[in-house]
């Protein structure tokens, strides 16, 4: 390989790591009816003035697949961070006990599944947008260098290796809804 595509390859590369990357944090946040403290990633907690991540100022836990636990590491946030779940829309009833927040997560309906799903599909189609646009972009800066003296040949080879590493990605991202998916429909 010529050296002046090194860059184009790690350009490529590094870019659908991160749509794979992206998409895999954001199928966690679809929860599947089981418990998992990811869910709560979002959550911001008022903590002396400033919205915290609930993560950085609690423990959260699973005792069950039905149950979240809150351990606030002080007890005087107990009712801001239960006031942060509800605000949060994700729909969760939190109950407090004074020491601890307890979330029981409702088994979902399937009208709720197929909606989940539709979410996933929607998070796996903008993924492989992201891919193609890295695509693109790729081969825009092979044509630059193919104008700058690289051989058309080189140019052709370079494009087809683009494409193979596009065709890859677009597989482990079709893999990764498969998956979740999977997950969402058992019940």
Partial sequence: MDESLKPVFDFVNSG???AIDHLNKELLKLRAGKASPSVLDGVMVEYYGSPTPLNQ????NTPDARTLVVQPWEKTLVPDIERAIINSNL????????????????????????ELVRAAKKEAENGKVS?????????????KLQKDGLSEDMAKDAEADVQKATDNYSVKIDNLFAEKEKEIMTV
Avoid at 57 to 60: C, F
Avoid at 91 to 114: C, F
């Fill in 131 to 143: 891919i193609r646009n890295i695509r693109r972009d790729a081969n825009d800066q092979i044509k």
């Fill in 91 to 114: 729909g969760y009833n939190p109950q407090n006990d004074g020491d601890v927040i307890i979330i029981n997560i409702p088994p979902l309906t399937e009208e709720r599944r197929k």
């Fill in 57 to 60: 100022v609690a423990n959260v």
């Fill in 16 to 18: 659908m790591d991160k």
